[in-house]
Nanobody, 124 residues
């Protein structure tokens, strides 16, 4: 079992920055592929970024490449998402998730554990 708790969501202006955190507990963090997903009202959940186990590689959605960075502090079992040049279309609930299989899938349905989410709102 893995428990995930996100934090860091806020309301910012267009072009602003935020850094989300996700603290994992309950199991060996390094075993998992960790991902960030988001869901805006009325839209399907989409993958934002993921990192394979403790040492990468990292994979990004085209919509956030060059603006978002996924990283982790394995010693603290913490996953981060640094978001720069935020746009109104980035407004969503952001979730971190963990997948215990061999790969690091883009399909959120394959992930085993989810946090409760943290809201990011970008005003134009």
């Amino acid at each position: 079992q893995v428990q995930l708790v996100e934090s860091g969501g806020d309301s910012v202006q267009d072009g602003g920055s935020l850094k989300l955190s996700c603290v994992a507990s309950g199991s060996t963090y390094s075993r998992y592929c960790m991902g960030w997903f988001r869901q805006a009202p009325g839209k399907e959940r989409e993958g934002v970024a993921r990192i394979y186990r403790s040492s990468g590689p990292t994979i990004y959605a085209d919509s956030v490449k060059g603006r978002f960075t996924i990283s982790q502090d394995s010693a603290k079992n913490t996953l981060f998402l640094s978001m720069n040049s935020l746009k109104p279309e980035d407004t969503a609930m952001y979730y971190c998730a963990a997948y215990g299989g061999v790969s690091c899938p883009s399909n959120g349905r394959m992930y085993d554990y989810w946090g409760q989410g943290t809201q990011v709102t970008v005003a134009s």
